[in-house]
């Protein structure tokens, strides 16, 4: 059995390098080697949590909720841009920094919760490929399933023997197809620039509007992007030595974010506003394959085919996303290392079991949303103190204006979070 390392090094200079870390970095590089980390940790905003929850917003609001996804757009780049700066700085994830930190009992806690949201969103994002299996060639789900559990620990296996640089390829082109595949709808039927515009003016409908927002916010400010992306920077870039060579890698580093971020929320705007264009007084659109259905009658089957494509795209490249950032979690916190292939059965079991109930695949994805929502707090606050303490950041320091920003997030994303969790158990 693995042993846990129970050790604290609270001691730790900041940004000091440990044995098991990537090599300094010692020579410039091109600035497109510098890119790509931010576009891998990207296809969490896409994942088909995100699809159930647009969907339904188009559908049910059409573009009254627009604003919510503008919104966590915005957050989120702040988010991951602070995650990846903790990776830059320090050369360690957040895992690690508050395994470093944490004593053992905490650590072991943290854990726990941290493991459930990851295994959470790794259901969603299986249930997503197996639908998208359905929808193309009538796969049972729990066939899709297994498909989409073995084809994401092939590109898992692609992240060790130094072929990293292959899988961030791969996950990158899956998200150029995803984007084709769900933008493709608006080619057939344009949105009302008049209705989007007032889309973006923050207002609510009632009760159910809350939480859907809500529901938005948590498939859209995802924990486990946030633990993983801080790990990606450190393995892509290396212990980057202060100065003008980290002053580089974080100017590179805002714009990779920002550009994949942009594209990212791009795609989830044009889900809802297809939505919103195409199904509102159609029946069935409160399922992933009702919409769909109802996209392909509306728009004709090659919009429908295109849009099944995407959604296997998103369920093929964020299962092994999650995949992944569970592992960091647990070698962070526990400093224990998995297999991949124990890794990947640990989390593909139960959304087999799951799928073989017979339950609606897409409340489950819905379920997956509020689950996520209970681990939000957890990755976000840390975060903010982490990048904002001088003793572990010196000169990396937040600087006071973002210290006010990334709170007034963390507050915004937790409330609406516990909003989210009221109204699912009280029914509101």
Request: hydrophobic fraction near 55%; include cysteine; aromatic fraction near 6%.
């Amino acid at each position: 059995m693995p042993t846990i390392d129970a050790r604290r090094r609270d001691d730790d200079a900041p940004g000091e390098a440990r044995v098991d870390q990537p090599p300094a970095v010692a020579l410039p590089r091109p600035r497109g080697t510098l890119l790509g980390p931010a576009f891998v940790a990207a296809i969490a905003y896409v994942d088909p949590g995100n699809v159930a929850a647009n969907l339904t917003a188009g559908a049910q609001y059409q573009y009254l909720l627009l604003w919510v996804l503008v919104a966590a757009n915005a957050i989120a780049v702040l988010v991951q841009y602070l995650s990846a700066k903790l990776g830059i700085v320090t050369g360690r994830s957040l895992p690690e920094v508050l395994g470093d930190r944490l004593g053992r009992k905490r650590r072991l806690a943290f854990w726990g919760q941290a493991e459930v949201v990851a295994a959470a969103t790794d259901v969603a994002e299986i249930i997503g490929g197996a639908l998208a299996l359905q929808l193309l060639f009538g796969v049972p789900l729990v066939v899709g399933g297994l498909i989409t559990g073995a084809v994401s620990l092939g590109l898992l296996m692609l992240t060790r023997y130094r072929r990293g640089h292959v899988f961030q390829t791969i996950v990158i082109a899956l998200l150029a197809v995803l984007t084709i595949g769900f933008c493709a709808g608006l080619l057939f039927s344009p949105p009302s620039a008049g209705d989007m515009l007032a889309g973006l003016v923050p207002r609510f409908e009632g009760s159910q509007s809350v939480l859907l927002a809500a529901s938005m916010l948590g498939a859209t400010v995802m924990p486990h992007a946030v633990y993983l992306h801080s790990a990606l920077v450190r393995d892509h870039h290396g212990t980057v030595t202060e100065g003008a060579d980290r002053r580089r890698v974080l100017r590179a580093t805002r714009w990779d974010v920002v550009f994949a971020l942009v594209i990212a929320g791009g795609v989830n705007i044009a889900m809802l506003v297809l939505a919103a264009s195409t199904l509102p007084g159609r029946t069935g659109t409160d399922t992933i394959p009702g919409a769909h259905d109802a996209i392909a009658d509306a728009l004709g089957p090659v919009v429908g085919v295109l849009f099944a494509v995407g959604l296997l795209a998103s369920g093929l490249a964020s299962t092994s996303i999650g995949a992944m950032a569970g592992a960091e979690i647990m070698r962070g916190l526990l400093h224990v290392r998995l297999p991949l292939f124990v890794r990947r059965v640990v989390t593909l079991v139960p959304a087999l079991v799951l799928l073989a109930t017979g339950i609606s695949p897409t409340w489950l994805l819905v379920l997956s949303q509020v689950v996520l929502s209970f681990g939000i707090a957890f990755a976000l606050i840390p975060l903010v103190i982490a990048t904002s303490d001088a003793r572990l950041m010196g000169t990396g320091v937040n600087a006071r204006a973002t210290r006010v920003a990334a709170w007034a997030c963390a507050v915004v994303v937790v409330a609406l979070n516990v909003a989210l969790i009221w109204l699912t158990v009280t029914g509101s």
